[in-house]
């Protein structure tokens, strides 16, 4: 039996001068995880936010708070938003080279689950030899760097491989898309085997937050 589809709103498309509100918003609607988009103006154009951010969210709700780190460098700021509160920091294999297994350790001894990303044009066998040491795998269903873009179909093939190799190797690895996820195509991604759809414009522009979180997740949507 399929266990449920988790959704995780991206705060990236909140108004940031109500942040708190948002936050206490998305976990009233019935959000599971929030993902918190953290960008350095460097491995992408685009400054978004710090840990500081990171951790006024953790004051306003009692969600896991997904970090995705596209930063360069990522493992210098792990003890940074592990103290910030994360619950999960993602980190871009095209940002760690050949320190993403070692970068994923080090998240994991500051206490914090740990995730692989690839961006859409990298393959999943870039980050493969480090699946066993993730507690979460992102796909990258957009390019890193901006929100409301159109879902980048040939990636949900990757987010399948993906899920493959964790139940071929037994893990519990949970698998995450990101990007472009909208009512129309979240049945289809969550059959390919996701277990964790990040969506920021489609939950942010909603008339009925609620009810779209539950269409995401195949609920019946609202009215
Ligand atoms: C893009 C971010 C995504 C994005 C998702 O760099 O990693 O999390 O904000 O937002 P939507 O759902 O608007 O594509
Ligand atoms: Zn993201």
């Known amino acids: ?18 942040m708190g509100n948002a936050v206490e918003k998305l976990e009233k609607c019935g959000a599971d ?11 992408v ?16 709700t009692s969600l896991p708070l997904d970090v995705h780190l596209m930063v360069v460098n990522p493992a210098a700021k792990i003890a940074d938003f592990a ?44 980050a493969e030899g480090a699946l066993e040491l993730c507690d979460i795998f992102l796909v ?9 873009q159109k879902f980048i179909e040939r990636t949900l093939a990757k987010a399948e491989e993906a899920k493959n190799a964790v139940v071929r190797r037994g893990l519990s690895c949970l698998v995450e898309i ?7 195509n979240a049945g289809r991604v969550a059959d390919a085997g996701v277990d964790v759809l990040v969506a920021g414009n489609t939950v942010f522009k909603a008339s009925d937050m ?3 979180i539950a269409a995401l997740r195949g609920g019946k949507c609202g009215a």
């Open 1 to 18: 039996m399929k266990s449920r589809v988790m959704i995780a709103p991206s705060i990236l498309s909140a108004d940031f001068a109500a």
């Open 83 to 126: 103290a910030a509160g994360a619950d999960y920091i993602t980190v871009h294999a095209e940002a760690c080279g050949d320190r993403l297994a070692e970068t994923l350790r080090g998240i994991r001894a500051a206490g914090v689950k740990c995730g692989a990303v690839i961006s859409p044009d990298t393959p999943f066998a870039a």
């Open 210 to 212: 609620a009810a779209t």
């Open 178 to 184: 990101d990007g472009g996820i909208t009512v129309e």
């Open 45 to 60: 154009p685009r400054i978004t936010f710090g840990s500081q951010m990171v951790e006024a969210v953790k004051r306003h």
């Open 140 to 148: 990258m269903s957009v390019y890193p760097g901006l929100g409301g």
């Open 33 to 43: 995880l929030i993902h918190c988009d953290v960008m350095d103006g460097t491995f």
